[in-house]
């Protein structure tokens, strides 16, 4: 089968190449998929530039939709002929979604409802279940205000649909108007400009001196300073990525509004917050709840220029086209 990989760390055009590899046969309790699209997120790419090999060979890529062809001992083999999205393929695996076949545990494959296309599926993986689970995190929602930094963002597009969904009244935060006009498209009542405005001003001004009443937090370090300013009493912050390693908090206005503070990781939600997740998408898959956002896609090929398309800070989600 044809497979991208790279076994050093670096620039996407120093270290990915497109090669030939065995097809990988399923074990137990495994289906093998082969794959028509596979998903790019920032993570694949930041896993593949910073210093740190964790296998001698990396196929890159968790997130991809296909067909189910194979199912080994303990998996069901009514999985087989089924159009299924991906998760976690390279989570703490070496052989990831973009090669035309990959083997993984049957219980990270996930049935397309009927009419969802594999360019949906491939899209929602990291980013929907993200987006999912951290609205789920921040409690009820009707009536609250929600800030969401990043709205135009694969994770943040998806997070204000689901928060307006919800009840809230969603305050996106975004670098362009382009990528404004990409926030009010998943529903946010009102759109900051950190380029142009003071984020903290004007959150005020939107909410009346209130504050938001949660944060789905997508910058931990660029936004942690200003928590005790942009929240209200009793606020929730879900945070699902930072910037920087090492993130400042301000002690004291978060000890005086009884500030919470939410921390989490996608592939590593436990068992039963999983099972939602998957369960609750199929659900919105299936009612056409969503919008999804625009993608580009490129030839494995040009698995090289879809990276730095990500780099880059695409206004789409980048899909890698596998050969038929």
């Given at each position: 089968?044809k497979a991208?990989v790279?076994n050093?760390?670096?620039?996407?055009?120093?270290v990915?190449s497109?090669?030939e590899?065995?097809?990988?046969e399923?074990?137990?309790?495994?289906?093998?998929?082969?794959l028509?699209?596979?998903?790019?997120n920032?993570?694949?790419?930041?896993?593949?530039?910073r210093p740190?090999?964790?296998?001698?060979?990396?196929?890159?890529?968790?997130?991809?939709?296909?067909?189910?062809?194979?199912?080994?001992?303990?998996?069901?083999?009514?999985?087989v002929?089924?159009?299924?999205?991906?998760?976690?393929g390279q989570?703490?695996?070496?052989?990831?979604?973009?090669?035309?076949?990959?083997?993984?545990?049957?219980?990270?494959?996930v049935?397309l409802?009927?009419?969802?296309?594999?360019e949906i599926?491939?899209?929602?993986?990291?980013?929907?279940?993200?987006?999912?689970?951290?609205?789920?995190?921040c409690?009820?929602?009707?009536?609250?205000?929600?800030l969401?930094?990043?709205?135009?963002g694969?994770?943040?597009?998806?997070?204000?649909?689901?928060a307006?969904?919800?009840g809230?009244r969603?305050i996106?935060?975004?670098?362009?108007?382009?990528?404004?006009?990409?926030?009010?498209a998943?529903?946010a009542?009102a759109?900051?400009?950190?380029?142009e405005?003071?984020?903290?001003?004007?959150?005020?001004a939107?909410?009346?001196?209130?504050?938001?009443?949660?944060?789905?937090?997508?910058?931990?370090?660029?936004y942690?300073?200003?928590?005790?300013?942009?929240?209200?009493?009793?606020?929730?912050?879900?945070c699902?990525?930072?910037n920087?390693?090492?993130?400042?908090?301000?002690?004291?206005?978060?000890i005086?509004g009884f500030?919470?503070?939410y921390?989490?990781?996608?592939y590593r939600?436990p068992?039963?917050?999983?099972?939602?997740t998957?369960?609750?998408?199929t659900?919105?898959?299936?009612?056409g709840?969503?919008?999804?956002?625009?993608?580009?896609t490129?030839?494995?090929a040009?698995?090289?220029?879809a990276?730095?398309?990500?780099?880059?800070?695409?206004?789409?989600?980048?899909?890698?086209?596998?050969?038929d």
């Open positions: 089968m991208a790279y050093r760390n670096g620039a996407a055009a120093d990915l497109v090669v590899r065995p097809m990988p399923p074990s137990d309790g495994e289906v093998r998929v082969r028509a699209l596979s998903g790019v920032p993570s694949d790419v930041k896993t593949r530039a740190g090999m964790a296998y001698d060979e990396v196929i890159p890529h968790s997130d991809g939709a296909g067909v189910v062809d194979a199912a080994g001992p303990g998996a069901a083999p009514e999985l002929g089924r159009r299924v999205w991906i998760f976690n989570w703490e695996r070496a052989h990831g979604t973009a090669a035309q076949y990959i083997a993984l545990p049957a219980s990270q494959v049935p409802p009927d009419g969802v296309d594999f599926g491939a899209s929602i993986g990291i980013p929907l279940m993200t987006a999912y689970h951290a609205v789920e995190a409690d009820r929602l009707a009536g609250k205000t929600v969401v930094p990043g709205a135009a694969a994770v943040g597009f998806y997070a204000a649909q689901l307006r969904l919800a809230a969603v996106a935060v975004v670098s362009s108007e382009a990528k404004a006009d990409i926030a009010r998943a529903g009542a759109v900051v400009n950190y380029r405005e003071d984020v903290v001003e004007r959150v005020r939107i909410t009346g001196g209130h504050g938001v009443d949660r944060i789905i937090e997508v910058d931990a370090a660029g942690g300073q200003s928590y005790g300013d942009l929240l209200a009493f009793g606020g929730k912050v879900v699902y990525g930072s920087a390693a090492d993130v400042l908090l301000p002690f004291r206005p978060l005086m500030v919470s503070l921390f989490f990781i996608v939600l068992a039963d917050a999983m099972r939602r998957t369960e609750g998408i659900r919105l898959l299936a009612r709840d969503l919008t999804h956002p625009a993608t580009a490129y030839e494995l040009d698995i090289v220029a990276h730095r398309r990500v780099e880059q800070g695409a206004n789409a989600k980048v899909l890698v086209k596998l050969p």
